[in-house]
């Protein structure tokens, strides 16, 4: 007889953090399979733990280590040179990967597109992404909800990046970066790790030819709209136009324009489709928070989709965004090369070692939460205290995510529009973190759906 309970996991997906030691080749195996098992599970129980497969490493958990490599002294740890390597064919020397003085302009001169008044105006795209997302969902059956929360996130980056109609051709940009982030992340991660040459590399990326359709139909874009002026409600192409730098007031060339409005489509369309996606793969995961969530969202919205002056009362869809962005943090391994001789968490530093934040492991460190593994939004109930450099989703210090307030503000946004209308259950499917430049469910994540009544 078929039982009528369910199997319950106690725990939402998870890695099998690895408790081997590994050699060069075990590594090259497992970081062509998934990034995340190359945390060793001592990573959530040590405040750094070293290594060398070919360069030497260090993968940092102490929040004061942290804060020394992201905020104290940032000069010294600069991004990667792999981050650069991987990024610089498509989004070139931007905001993302630039360094020193070139990288301090572009920050002052994009940061006034990026502040709040400016993020809640842009916050009517997200809305109407929020209404089109929970229409099509509507329709219900077994979905792929990360599917649907990538189309909904890339309508807001590209309407608010180049609104107009100006011929921007969204499916090209789209696929072109999609080829390209799956390419790319397969070569990162054996150079991340310092592997030693002789260990082949998938061929380098096929989307040559990708990456320029890319660029020309952004540089025709940015043409245009210096022959027809600003829009009426500014995008962020007009935003980062009319910005300069204060100190030189400089302000961009068409080429740097461009590098940042793709790195802002890069950086800022897949990561939140992620954290949305494992958002509601959570709230299917445990019945009783979306319950509450429900009810939260129900009561400030009635049948309205969400606004920008909705979000402040949202406060718990925000905290389940955040329990989100700690389980399943889309940035999951973030990298520096050290410049100096240093000592870190007791441990010595040289010029050229590869500092590893991996930032998964931070967020289910057992020094730093309570049963880390586990799924429970109230760990950011307004008024818990925690480390600042515990919880880093965005980053911290200078180099911190520029767009995380618009992050943040979407995120809300098409949660609680979604989760006021529609119910969502797990199923058989059940997704496995796997680590490809972004933190992604492989498989998808597929939830029954249905319209609440
Ligand atoms: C949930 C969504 C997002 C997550 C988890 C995320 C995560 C991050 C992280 C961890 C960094 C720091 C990288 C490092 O220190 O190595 C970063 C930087 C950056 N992000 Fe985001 N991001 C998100 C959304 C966005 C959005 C929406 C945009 C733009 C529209 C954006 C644009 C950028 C840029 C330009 C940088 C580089 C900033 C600099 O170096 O000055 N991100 N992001």
């Not at 040179?81 to 931007?94: N, R």
């Not at 105006?121 to 077994?142: C, D, I, K, N």
């Not at 109930?381 to 989703?393: E, N």
């Amino acid at each position: 007889m078929a039982s009528c309970f369910r199997y319950m996991p106690t725990y939402p997906a998870r890695i099998n953090l690895n408790r081997k030691p590994l050699g060069v080749i075990g590594t090259a195996l497992l970081a062509r399979r998934n990034v995340l098992e190359l945390i060793p599970e001592i990573a959530v129980r040590q405040p750094m733990v070293s290594g060398r497969t070919g360069a030497r490493w260090h993968m940092v958990m102490d929040p004061d280590a942290l804060r020394i490599v992201l905020k104290d002294r940032v000069d010294d740890y600069p991004k990667s040179l792999v981050t650069q390597l991987i990024l610089e064919p498509a989004i070139g020397k931007s905001l993302f990967v630039a360094e020193g003085a070139h990288w301090r302009w572009q920050r002052r001169a994009a940061a006034p597109a990026f502040a709040q008044r400016n993020v809640e105006a842009l916050a009517p795209v997200m809305t109407a992404a929020a209404e089109a997302s929970s229409r099509r969902l509507a329709q219900g059956g077994v979905v792929d909800v990360f599917a649907e929360t990538v189309a909904a996130t890339f309508d807001v980056i590209s309407d608010v990046t180049f609104s107009g109609d100006e011929g921007f051709d969204r499916d090209a940009v789209h696929g072109a970066i999609d080829a390209y982030i799956a390419g790319a992340a397969r070569v990162s991660v054996l150079d991340i790790m310092g592997l030693p040459r002789w260990i082949p590399r998938p061929g380098r990326l096929a989307s040559g030819g990708d990456l320029r359709r890319m660029k020309q139909v952004a540089d025709d874009a940015i043409r245009a709209r210096a022959r027809s002026g600003p829009r009426g409600v500014p995008d962020l192409l007009d935003l980062l136009r009319a910005g300069e730098d204060p100190e030189t007031h400089r302000s961009m060339t068409g080429a740097e324009l461009r590098d940042n409005l793709l790195t802002f489509i890069v950086a800022g369309h897949e990561t939140t489709a992620l954290t949305l996606a494992w958002a509601l793969y959570l709230l299917a995961f445990d019945p009783e928070v979306q319950h509450r969530a429900a009810a939260e969202a129900g009561a400030v919205l009635g049948a309205r989709a969400a606004t920008a002056a909705d979000v402040p009362r949202l406060t718990y869809i925000r905290q389940i965004v955040d329990e989100a962005l700690r389980l399943y943090p889309p940035a999951a391994f973030l990298s520096r090369t050290s410049r100096i001789h240093d000592r870190l968490g007791g441990r010595e530093v040289w010029p050229g070692d590869t500092i590893v934040l991996p930032i998964y492991a931070l967020h289910r460190h057992h020094m730093l939460w309570d049963d880390p593994d586990s799924f429970d939004p109230d760990r950011f109930a307004p008024g818990v205290q925690r480390d600042r450099f515990a919880f880093l989703p965005f980053g911290a210090g200078p180099r911190i995510c520029i767009g995380a307030s618009f992050a943040l503000q979407e995120a809300v946004i098409i949660l609680a529009t979604l989760v006021a209308r529609l119910r969502f259950q797990l199923t058989d499917r059940h997704p496995e973190p796997r680590m490809i430049l972004t933190l992604r469910p492989h498989g998808g994540v597929w939830l029954r759906v249905e319209p609440r009544a």
